[in-house]
């Protein structure tokens, strides 16, 4: 029965085990395919996993070596040497605040790279490159291959402006700092060897004033950096790529791989593997018969601003994962073997269960080995800081083992008790499901030391809901870095205490240095002094012997002399500006200024420099400017003139044209372009490269024939740019030359803007220009449109004398250029007569260059001709006064005629009419009262606004009117007038203001006090006349008949004499109703009032000396212009408004003091030229001395 049993038992198992084996067959091989697929999947899950955890760890890590380098950059650009250089760089190499050279802190900077390089041996090179220069380097340290470190020397450093890293740090803000892709390091364009993989650090270095001054940048190895962090102790048969935007590989196993597209052949990722890896998904890749699979993860940019980010790729070869997928499956397939057999359903599940341990043992094993073999101490802790895992750099850096630690309150471990609160707050923060950046703080080991460490701190999160389990740590120690920036600052203070006592020696060289300088300044002010005191009495005893008979080789050295006078002030002018710009004393005095004021000024002192030449002189303004600004009015003086002069002094013949055209306009302010072109010698190119520097003459072109120091251009090119702006030259040699300038004035709110014409009569007029110089001609039309006047332009005087014929075209004026007439070689009277038939015929003005005559053609001709002159160059207000004056003479002419054709000689018109003048001056009181009493009228005299007063009120109401002047001492014409009208209750006195103030605005302010009328100095008798009358009931003017003119010495000759050397003795006279006597007495006292202002002029200027000179030209401008010295009564004029608005300048007072003994030496000419006539004209001339 055993047998049988044992038999069926063994034919039962022996059919159970072919069913076994059968179903095996079938079951087993379908069963391991699906298994082993399964098991692939898994094992690539559990790979995934744990390659994850690989890379995040170690990109972290690598993170971490990023942020200690920015630190390092940003360490280093807040040592001191930093904004020395700065300030330094600002100030002529000179440090104003420590007193410290530029070499001094570059110095200090390279000692402070040098020791970072010493103890950070992943350094390669620190630099410091300055903005200027094309990026060039200040200062650069690094270290050879040979690990030598070396400052480099000055002559060897580079130019980095056209580097990617240099031209994007600038762009960043202070603070931030520039991380450059990773390649290859190269110096002088060319790659080094050998081959240095290089990551670059850079931030911006910003001064004072908010302005990009440099960049440091800091050159770091990133070999040992990648070695040290994302290719760290792989596992085996795990192999790591890095791979940069473009997929060229930085790391690769086999070393010549890397970095090909820096040595000029690629070496990409798709060269190598068949597939693309993809950031964050598994990817099977061939490599020749090899399949791996590969692991990607995406490397953040190193900078957010530098699109370059890198790939970390860990690839695993298919073989080991399919041997373990196959292995596995063939377990499964055992498995279900025993499950054909109930005995083998325990070992089944007894054999799968020790693989998945195995498995789980395997993958904790390699994730220990990574956390184990890491360099930073790693550690994991539960939500409420319970240590769960420790490893072994822990271990070393805290002196707590393992079995010490897990368990144990972390705080408790190794945080000091005054950072348990930043580290609650830090625990807090990860609970909440935040990543905590990298930061600096301190641990304390075992044994209660100190450890300066770097801690990141980031969630442990569940699969499932993604909420916090715990936290992970990884500390790195920086102790020895701290250490480093300890000694570092050590060093600093070592420094401070090095440049305390360097200091101290720098004082007492900077007390050497300002007495030197001192001395210096006080050379060039006695230097001025003695040269300008030798001066003056040379150009006094030029002007003494000017009025000494001379003959024509005297008169040809003292021409000499004058000039070469005027040549020596010029200079010493020259080296004084010089001297205050190079000691950076001469600063900008901006203030209200009217533009056309400016340029009439300009107009008188080049038309000086061109009198002698056949030059004419062009001014051209663009009627859209302004005629009131705001800017240093003296200093844009000073640089048009000395262009002008310029122009004239390298020009004999041709053109010279000032243009002043707007560029830009805005609310605030606008920029005009200045242009001076001149038709003279010309220059080289290469002088015009060196033109504007100081005692720097073109002597190739013109070898020392121009005199001058050289030092005119810089000074201008000085003051153009302390104005804001820059200036240019073009030239051609032989051709002429033109300098041009933009500056920037603003636009004065409290004045008009346009030039303001009171009178009617000159509102939109039409004017006709004939000239041949087609730029003259439009220039002066441009000028006419400033004053709101329409022109036409004729060229020749065939076109002059077709437009007369033509009676449908009527002008208000018309302009004839005296070159013109020169080339035409004829007088134009008759088509000057054609235009003067005309109902209304116009003002005829004939213009020159600088006040030249028409050789041939006698003064009487040109009186006959035209009614008025016009100088030229031309600014608007000059060309509305000579529209005024020739118009004025036509009323006078006309009214001349009408006399002489009724033959009406009715004697003084002013008879019985008694009169108060009130006048200070005495020159002034015999004039006016000589004139008035010639008239008929009776004459008292008060010199002040008190002896006005008390006249009038003790002769009751005698006085039929009362002529007052305004400035006078102790009480004025204004205050005189208001205490008539208002306290003495003269309400119906006629009260006429006599004053050299002919605005509209002064009229004004005459009226308002309580004045009947206003009448400017000099005075017309005739005018004066009409205005008495017109306040005294008589309706009639007549005039006496000019004296006639016997003998051979003529009034005629008197006065063509008298315009040769600058006095219009025609028209003084004229205003003196013809009265000689009169008009001597007003020459006399003109000798004396010119005496007493040059005694002013001679002394240095205080403020009361300097209201006593403004005084003293307010009377002064009267009295030229009484006598017929019209330009000097001009000049006068404006000196006055130059000393109102504290612009005076030294070539203002000389150019006045020149024409006050010019003018007086014509007037001493004219008393001679009077004493010459014929004796029955001193006879009468001495009759109507008697009678006055």
């Not at 600038?170 to 603070?175: F, S, T």
């Not at 003064?859 to 020739?886: C, N, R, W, Y």
Request: proline letters at 3%; a negative charge.
């Amino acid at each position: 029965m055993q047998t049988g049993s044992s038999y069926n038992n063994r034919g039962l198992g022996l059919r159970v085990a072919v069913l076994t084996v059968l179903a095996s067959l079938v079951i087993i091989p379908v069963a391991h395919f699906v298994t082993r697929s399964a098991e692939i999947n898994k094992i690539l899950a559990q790979q995934s996993v744990e390659v994850s955890g690989q890379a995040q760890l170690r990109i972290s890590k690598f993170n971490d070596e990023i942020e200690d380098y920015i630190h390092v950059t940003q360490f280093l650009s807040r040592t001191p040497p930093i904004q020395g250089i700065i300030r330094a760089s600002a100030n002529d190499g000179n440090d104003p605040l420590e007193n410290n050279r530029l070499e001094t802190w570059e110095k200090r900077l390279a000692i402070i790279f040098r020791e970072y390089l010493l103890i950070n041996d992943t350094i390669m090179q620190a630099r410091f490159i300055g903005l200027a220069n094309n990026g060039k380097e200040l200062v650069r340290v690094e270290r050879d291959s040979a690990g030598a470190i070396e400052v480099i020397a000055q002559d060897k450093l580079q130019e980095k402006g056209e580097s990617a890293y240099f031209r994007e740090a600038i762009k960043y803000k202070k603070g931030e700092t520039y991380i450059s892709p990773i390649n290859l390091n190269r110096e002088n364009g060319v790659v080094d060897s050998p081959f240095t993989p290089t990551l670059r650090f850079a931030t911006p270095i910003y001064d004072s004033l908010g302005a990009v001054f440099g960049v440091i940048i800091v050159n770091v190895y990133a070999e040992p950096v990648i070695n040290s962090t994302l290719a760290e102790k792989l596992p085996p048969d795990y192999t790591a790529y890095i791979t940069n935007a473009d997929n060229d590989f930085i790391y690769h196993p086999a070393k010549g791989m890397e970095y090909g597209f820096d040595l000029g052949k690629r070496n990409t990722w798709a060269d190598e593997f068949a597939n693309p890896p993809q950031a964050g998904e598994l990817t099977l890749s061939r490599v020749s018969a090899l399949r791996y699979y590969t692991y990607s993860f995406q490397i953040a940019s190193l900078d957010s601003r530098v699109k370059a980010p890198l790939n970390f790729i860990i690839t695993v070869p298919q073989s080991i994962v399919l041997a373990s997928a196959a292995n596995a499956a063939w377990v499964q397939a055992g498995i279900l073997l025993v499950l054909l057999a109930l005995s083998g359903v325990l070992v089944y599940f007894y054999l799968s269960h020790m693989g998945r341990k195995v498995s789980l043992l395997r993958d904790q094993a390699r994730l220990s080995a990574i956390i184990d073999n890491s360099s930073d101490a790693i550690i994991s802790v539960s939500l409420r800081g319970v240590v769960e895992s420790w490893n072994k750099s822990a271990e070393k850096m805290f002196d707590y083992v393992e079995s010490e630690a897990v368990g144990k309150n972390l705080a408790k471990l190794i945080v000091p008790d005054r950072l348990k609160s930043e580290y609650a707050d830090a625990l807090k923060t990860i609970n909440q499901g935040q990543t905590i950046k990298p930061y600096h703080t301190i641990r304390q080991r075992k044994d209660g030391a100190r450890v300066y460490v770097s801690v990141s701190s980031f969630p442990i999160k569940s699969k499932w809901d993604g909420r916090a389990i715990g936290a992970a740590a990884i500390i790195r120690d920086i102790s020895d870095k701290v250490e480093a920036e300890n000694q570092i600052k050590a060093l600093n203070q070592k420094l401070a205490s090095d440049v305390k006592e360097r200091t101290q020696e720098l004082n007492q060289a900077v007390s050497k240095v300002l007495s030197a300088n001192k001395s210096k300044s006080d050379f060039v002010a006695n230097m001025s002094h003695e040269i300008r005191t030798p001066m003056s009495a040379i150009s006094e005893n030029l002007q003494v012997l000017r009025q000494t008979p001379l003959n024509s080789q005297q008169e040809d050295c003292v021409e000499k002399l004058e000039g070469a006078s005027q040549s020596m002030r010029s200079f010493v002018n020259d080296l004084i500006d010089y001297s205050k710009i190079e000691a950076g004393q001469l600063e900008l005095e901006p203030h209200a200024f009217n533009l056309d004021k400016l340029l009439r000024e300009i107009s008188y002192l080049v038309s000086a420099h061109t009198e002698n030449k056949d030059i004419e002189v062009v001014f051209y303004l663009d009627h859209k400017i302004p005629n009131n600004l705001v800017g240093d009015e003296a200093r844009l003086q000073q640089v048009l003139i000395k262009l002008l002069s310029n122009a004239a002094k390298f020009t004999n013949q041709g053109e010279i044209t000032l243009s002043v055209k707007l560029s830009v306009m805005t609310q605030d302010e606008l920029e005009l372009k200045f242009s001076v072109e001149d038709t003279g010698i010309g220059m080289t190119e290469d002088h015009c490269q060196n033109i504007f520097e100081t005692f720097v003459q073109d002597d190739a072109a013109a070898p020392r024939k121009y005199e001058g120091s050289g030092l005119g251009l810089g000074i201008c090119k000085q003051l153009i740019e302390m104005m804001g702006g820059e200036i240019q030259v073009r030239s051609e040699l032989g051709k002429g030359s033109a300098f041009s300038f933009n500056i920037k004035v603003a636009v004065d709110e409290k004045r008009t803007g346009e030039l303001n014409i009171n009178r009617p009569e000159l509102k939109a007029l039409r004017i006709l220009i004939a000239d041949d110089n087609k730029r003259a001609a439009a220039c002066i039309k441009e000028l006419a449109l400033t004053l709101g006047w329409s022109s036409d332009v004729v060229l020749s005087l065939a076109e002059l004398a077709s437009i007369s014929q033509d009676t449908q075209k009527k002008y208000d004026a018309v302009f004839v250029d005296l070159n013109m007439i020169k080339a035409s070689g004829a007088t134009p009277t008759e088509e000057l007569q054609k235009i003067r038939r005309s109902d209304t015929p116009p003002a005829l003005i004939l213009m020159t260059n600088s006040g030249k005559s028409i050789p041939g053609l006698r003064d009487a001709q040109i009186d006959a001709a035209f009614d008025g002159l016009l100088s030229k160059p031309v600014t608007p207000s000059m060309l509305l006064d000579s529209v005024a004056e020739a118009r004025a003479s036509q009323s006078k002419s006309a009214h001349k005629r009408r006399s002489q054709e009724n033959s009406v000689m009715t004697g003084a018109s002013l008879s019985g009419i008694r009169i108060l003048l009130v006048e200070d001056n005495l020159t002034n009181q015999q004039i006016a009262s000589q004139l008035l009493q010639a008239e008929g009228a009776f004459v008292d005299i008060a010199s002040t606004g008190k002896e006005a007063i008390t006249a009038i009120t003790h002769a009751g109401s005698q006085f039929d009117i009362v002529l007052m002047d305004i400035q006078m001492p102790e009480m004025d014409g204004y205050a005189a007038t208001r205490a008539l009208r208002e306290k003495f209750g003269y309400k119906t006195l006629p009260i006429v203001a006599m004053t050299a103030n002919v605005l509209e605005k002064d009229r004004e302010e005459c009226l308002a006090a309580g004045m009947n009328d206003h009448i400017g100095k000099p005075f017309d008798i005739n005018d004066l006349c009409k205005i008495i009358l017109k306040y005294t009931d008589e309706t009639r003017l007549n005039k006496t008949a000019p004296p006639q003119e016997t003998g051979d010495v003529t009034l005629e000759s008197i006065f063509r004499k008298g315009a040769a050397i600058g006095i219009n003795v025609k028209e003084a006279v004229g205003r003196f109703g013809s009265n000689f006597a009169a008009y001597r007495i007003a020459l006399e006292g003109f000798e004396n009032d010119v005496n007493r202002l040059l005694i002013h002029l001679s002394v240095p200027f205080n403020t009361e000396e300097t209201r006593e000179i403004e005084k003293e030209l307010h009377i002064m401008g009267g009295l030229s212009k009484t006598i017929g010295a019209d330009s000097l009564s001009m000049l006068c004029k404006r000196v006055e408004i130059l000393i109102m608005n504290n612009a005076l300048r030294p070539q203002v007072v000389s150019l006045l003091r020149r024409s006050l003994e010019a003018a007086l030496h014509a007037s001493r000419k004219i008393l001679l030229y009077l004493d010459e006539l014929t004796p029955q004209a001193k006879r009468s001339d001495s009759k109507s001395n008697q009678a006055s």
